[in-house]
């Protein structure tokens, strides 16, 4: 099975509207994190955003929000009012163990364009 | 504070020249990792070093890839010989051990001719 699944190849959004991409995850580790990377088309890899598998709470982060159900083993990234400068490629991440051993595990990505 | 560094930015070199990709992680960091990205397999785990001591490197592909981190600050990544399958761009990233976040470098796009 995939550990992360990203169903969206593309997605499109008017500028100043929401849009929610998808992220789903397999994993029996009991403790892990999940994260989303932005890569614009320059290429470098931003971080932006994390959550714990033990977080009570959504993590946000300005923008960006991270719609997490545990139960459905799903991730999803919520990006509030689109910007022309959020088109891109979106890679959502899966860490698994604690300490000194980590795996990480990269979905193939989304390619969001946001229209004007 | 400077971000994880890697040169060079560009490579191109033919077909069975040795290949040597550098990076310096943050300061502080003591996990590294080695990526590479293509269009066709997207972002792989190469290796990773937990206080310059690799912990896993089941992904690297074959024999002809090796990496090394003789210190906390530097971290070469070699590729002898080097086949055209090799082209991609190659990721450098850092965090804290048990860190939850791994910082980027801007990659090196490796052609092989």
């Known amino acids: 099975a995939q550990k992360i699944t990203q169903t969206q190849p593309g997605m499109f959004v008017q500028e100043k509207e929401a849009v929610t991409l998808d992220c789903t995850y397999d994993t029996s580790d009991p403790s892990y994190g999940l994260f989303w990377y932005k890569q614009p088309s320059s290429g470098e890899m931003i971080f932006l955003i994390y959550?714990?598998?033990?977080?009570?709470q959504n993590a946000t982060e300005g923008r960006y929000s991270l719609n997490f159900q545990k139960a459905r083993k799903s991730a999803n990234l919520v990006i509030s009012a689109s910007q022309l400068g959020d088109s891109a490629m979106y890679f959502c991440?899966?860490?698994?163990?604690?300490?000194?051993?980590?795996?990480?595990?990269f979905g193939i990505g989304t390619k969001l364009q946001v229209i004007p | 504070d400077a971000g994880v560094i890697q040169s060079p930015r560009h490579e191109v070199t033919e077909m069975g020249q040795e290949v040597t990709l550098r990076c310096k992680p943050i300061?502080?960091?003591?996990?590294l990792f080695w990526y590479r990205q293509t269009m066709m397999r997207g972002l792989e785990l190469l290796i990773y070093f937990n206080n310059n001591v690799p912990i896993d490197d089941s992904g690297m592909p074959e024999d002809r890839f090796s990496a090394k981190m003789p210190n906390a600050s530097f971290s070469t990544l070699k590729i002898q010989p080097s086949e055209p399958r090799d082209s991609a761009v190659y990721f450098c990233?850092?965090?804290?051990?048990?860190?939850?976040?791994?910082?980027f470098g801007p990659g090196t796009r490796l052609t092989v001719l």
């Open positions: 990233a850092s965090s804290q051990v048990g860190g939850d976040t791994q910082y």
């Open positions: 300061s502080g960091h003591n996990s």
């Open positions: 959550q714990g598998s033990y977080d009570q």
């Open positions: 991440a899966m860490r698994e163990g604690i300490g000194g051993y980590q795996k990480v595990t």
